[in-house]
């Protein structure tokens, strides 16, 4: 597995931002499908975002889309997630994750085989 570290996580008033940043372990980090996932008290994990090897292309959830935008660097093996207009209903922990393999396109988690330990996102009213 590829070690993934978050950051950026924190309090935030509504209607407000914050950027998360994952940096991987690995130079391979250009080959992987990154995404970004959440987990709110007492729900499961949900798919945020993904994006592909090269950063071309992107795909969101229904619930973040027009509001955050998910990006990478490849030179700094880093996956971005801007936020924007935040909600209380973003509040939860946020993943970031790794599909190694490449192949797939998918908001699964289960294809996703390499997680980061997670950043709290709180958003107050």
């Known amino acids: 597995q590829v070690q993934l570290v978050e950051s950026g996580g924190g309090l935030v008033q509504a209607g407000g931002s914050l950027r998360l940043s994952c940096a991987a372990s690995?130079?391979?980090?250009?080959?992987?499908?990154m995404a970004w996932f959440r987990q709110a008290p007492g729900k499961e994990r949900e798919f945020v975002a993904r994006?592909?090897?090269?950063?071309?292309?992107?795909y969101y959830a229904d619930s973040v889309k027009g509001r955050f935008t998910i990006s990478r660097d490849n030179a700094k093996n880093t996956v971005y997630l801007l936020m924007n207009s935040l909600n209380p209903e973003d509040t939860a922990v946020y993943y970031c994750?790794?599909?190694?393999?490449?192949?797939?396109?998918?908001?699964?988690?289960?294809?996703?085989?390499?997680w980061g330990q997670g950043t709290q996102v709180t958003v107050s009213s």
């Open positions: 994006i592909s090897r090269g950063g071309g292309l992107t």
């Open positions: 690995e130079r391979g980090f250009r080959n992987y499908v």
């Open positions: 994750a790794a599909d190694r393999d490449g192949s797939s396109w998918s908001s699964s988690e289960y294809v996703y085989d390499s």
